[in-house]
C-alpha cells in the first residue's frame, strides 16, 4: 500500500495540535496504514514548536518543518506540499475540525485507482456540526458560483479536506494562490487537467476554542 502523508498547517495551535496529531497517527496505526504526520509551523508565537520538537522527538512517522516569511494558510500547504514524503498527501486541518476516521475513508477509496479523493459535507453522509450561519450560506453560494462556471458537480470545493496523489500535486505546479484560496486551486487544477477523482462524504466540527484562522471573505 502507498505512504500516506498527512500535512497540517499550524499557527498558534498550542492548544490542539498534540491532540490532533496523536488523533491521526492512532487511527492510522490502528488502520495499519504507512503514513507520517507532517506539521508545517507557520511562525507561532506561542509553544506549538516545543509541542512538536518533543512529539518529533518520541515518534519518527511525526516530523514538522518551520515555515518562514511570508506566512498564511495557504504559505503553509505550500511548504507542506514541497517537503512530504509519501506517495498521496492530504491536507488536515489542525484544530481537529477533521476526522481522523475520514482521512482512512479517503485513503482507502484512493486506493481504488483515483489520483484525487474530495470531501463534501453537504453529500449524503457527510455533516456540518456548528457551522456558522454566515459562513454557510457564504459558502454555498460560492460552491455554487464554482460549479457554474467550470461545469463541475461537485459541490464543496472550499473545503480543504482532500487527498492528493504526488502525481496529481506535481501536475498541479505551479501553485499561484497564498491564502486558503490555494484549496480551491488545487481541486480545479486536477479537475481541469484531466486527473482521476472520487467524492466522499465527510464531517466537519467547528473549532471549540481559540481563533479561527480563516477569515470570511476567503471562505472554507
Known amino acids: 500500500m502507498s505512504k500516506l502523508s498527512v500535512v497540517i498547517p499550524a499557527h498558534n495551535e498550542e492548544g490542539h495540535i498534540e491532540k490532533t496529531v496523536r488523533a491521526f497517527h492512532e487511527e492510522l496505526e490502528k ?3 504507512n503514513h507520517e504526520i507532517l506539521v508545517v509551523n507557520d511562525n507561532s508565537k506561542d509553544g506549538t514548536e516545543e509541542i512538536l520538537k518533543k512529539m518529533s522527538a518520541e ?39 477533521d476526522r481522523p476516521e475520514d482521512l482512512v475513508k479517503f485513503y482507502r477509496k484512493m486506493n481504488e485507482g483515483y489520483d484525487c479523493v474530495f470531501g463534501s459535507r453537504f453529500i449524503k453522509g457527510g455533516k456540518v ?11 454555498r ?12 458537480r461537485y459541490n464543496d470545493v ?3 479536506f482532500k487527498l492528493y496523489s504526488r502525481e496529481a500535486v506535481d501536475g498541479t505546479k505551479p501553485f499561484l494562490s497564498h491564502h486558503f484560496n490555494l484549496t480551491v486551486e488545487l481541486p480545479l487544477k486536477a479537475i481541469v487537467r484531466g486527473y482521476s477523482y472520487a467524492v466522499v462524504p465527510n464531517y466537519w466540527t467547528s473549532r471549540k476554542e481559540g481563533e479561527s484562522k480563516l477569515k470570511i471573505k476567503e471562505m472554507g
Do not use: Q
Not at 519518527?60 to 495557504?74: K, L, M
Not at 453560494?141 to 463541475?152: E, K, P, V, Y
Open 129 to 139: 456540526i456548528d457551522y456558522p450561519t454566515l459562513k454557510y450560506y457564504l459558502n
Open 158 to 160: 472550499t473545503n480543504a
Open 59 to 97: 515518534n519518527h512517522e511525526i516530523r514538522y518543518v518551520n515555515n518562514s516569511p511570508p506566512n498564511g494558510f495557504g504559505f503553509a500547504v505550500r511548504k507542506g506540499l514541497e517537503n512530504f514524503s509519501g506517495d498521496c498527501v492530504a491536507i488536515v486541518m489542525a484544530d481537529l475540525s
Open 31 to 33: 488502520e495499519h496504514i
Open 141 to 152: 453560494f460560492t460552491n455554487t458560483i464554482i460549479r457554474i462556471l467550470f461545469g463541475i
